[in-house]
T-cell receptor, first 113, second 117 residues
Framework: ELKVEQNPLFLSMQEGKNYTIYCNYS?????LYWYRQDPGKSLESLFV?????AVKQEGRLMASLDTKARLSTLHITAAVHDLSATYFC?????????????FGEGTQLTVNP | EADIYQTPRYLVIGTGKKITLECSQT?????MYWYQQDPGMELHLIHY???????EKGDLSSESTVSRIRTEHFPLTLESARPSHTSQYLC????????????????FGPGTRLTVT
């Protein structure tokens, strides 16, 4: 059974600081997704990581994937208040006819002025 | 970007009522999914479909049922709602991602927040 674990689950940080969210998973996969969710809202796709060593950057967020270590990171650079949200990683379980995602527990990020 | 719609957005209903949550997408995606999410918690897959007349149960056991008679429509039904069904229900659809390794990217609807009293 695939397990996906994120840490930390809660993160309170000051504006301007850097921090990293970690996503560990238990079985082999080379496809990992990061999503953002604002309170009461749906999920917004942030990054799609499709191979070992993949690195994607968008603004102050950068995601990477190490399939050998079964680890993905989401790095936040110089945080701003607008980044406050819950961030989920999800691992793709490929099947013959399609794919299913297993989500981590989510990291609730609060950026304080 | 996919257009995926869910109705109603909010529903408060009494115990024992039958309810249907609607989900439609206009992108022609074959794959569709239903997730259940309690506030501040992770998403759990409860149903999925890889095409018309194909439905499967997901990872989390659910008393709900689904149907897929048309590609664009994937409704979820609860025959007799209970307070334990109170949650947010998110519908998603996916398309094959263009790339050498191939992957599916899921697009999510706005969700239905269900409260059973």
């Amino acid at each position: 059974e695939l397990k996906v674990e994120q840490n930390p689950l809660f993160l309170s940080m000051q504006e301007g600081k850097n921090y990293t969210i970690y996503c560990n998973y238990s079985t082999t996969s080379d496809r990992l997704y990061w999503y953002r969710q604002d309170p009461g809202k749906s999920l917004e796709s942030l990054f799609v990581l499709l191979s070992n060593g993949a690195v994607k950057q968008e603004g102050r967020l950068m995601a990477s994937l190490d399939t050998k270590a079964r680890l993905s990171t989401l790095h936040i650079t110089a945080a701003v208040h607008d980044l406050s949200a819950t961030y989920f990683c999800a691992v793709d379980r490929r099947e013959t006819s399609g794919s299913r995602l297993t989500f981590g527990e989510g990291t609730q990020l609060t950026v304080n002025p | 970007e996919a257009d995926i719609y869910q109705t109603p957005r909010y529903l408060v209903i009494g115990t024992g009522k039958k309810i249907t949550l609607e989900c439609s997408q206009t992108m022609g995606h074959d794959k569709m999914y239903w997730y259940q999410q309690d506030p501040g918690m992770e998403l759990h897959l409860i149903h999925y479909s890889y095409g018309v007349n194909s439905t499967e149960k997901g990872d989390l056991s659910s008393e709900s049922t689904v149907s897929r008679i048309r590609t664009e429509h994937f409704p979820l039904t609860l025959e007799s709602a209970r307070p334990s069904h109170t949650s947010q229900y998110l519908c998603a659809s996916s398309e094959f991602f263009i790339g050498t390794s191939g992957a599916y990217e899921q697009y999510f609807g706005p969700g239905t927040r269900l409260t059973v009293t």
